[in-house]
């Protein structure tokens, strides 16, 4: 079980409805609770989730790891905006 997870669950709250997602300072970042990918370039990427999802912007984008409901951006994340 996740940190985040704990957290929401702690809180009553519903991890597995909305993308939660951690961007790591100087590049890159991981995704949770990813269902599909609706959108991929190099300086966009937008994933889905049961609720909502997340549009990660930057440039270089890559992913690194992608499954199990799991994401891994790699590259330079400047803006990510939750919908």
Do not use: W
């Amino acid at each position: 079980m996740t940190l985040i997870h704990e957290i929401l669950c702690a809180l009553g709250g519903a991890a597995g409805n909305r993308v939660q997602y951690t961007v790591i300072d100087g590049g890159g970042g991981y995704f949770e609770n990813v269902t599909r990918m609706a959108e991929f370039s190099p300086q966009r990427i937008v994933f889905c989730g049961k609720k909502g999802g997340v549009a990660v912007e930057g440039e270089a984008l890559s992913l690194g790891r992608y499954g199990g409901g799991d994401a891994v951006v790699q590259g330079r994340i400047v803006r990510v905006e939750q919908f």
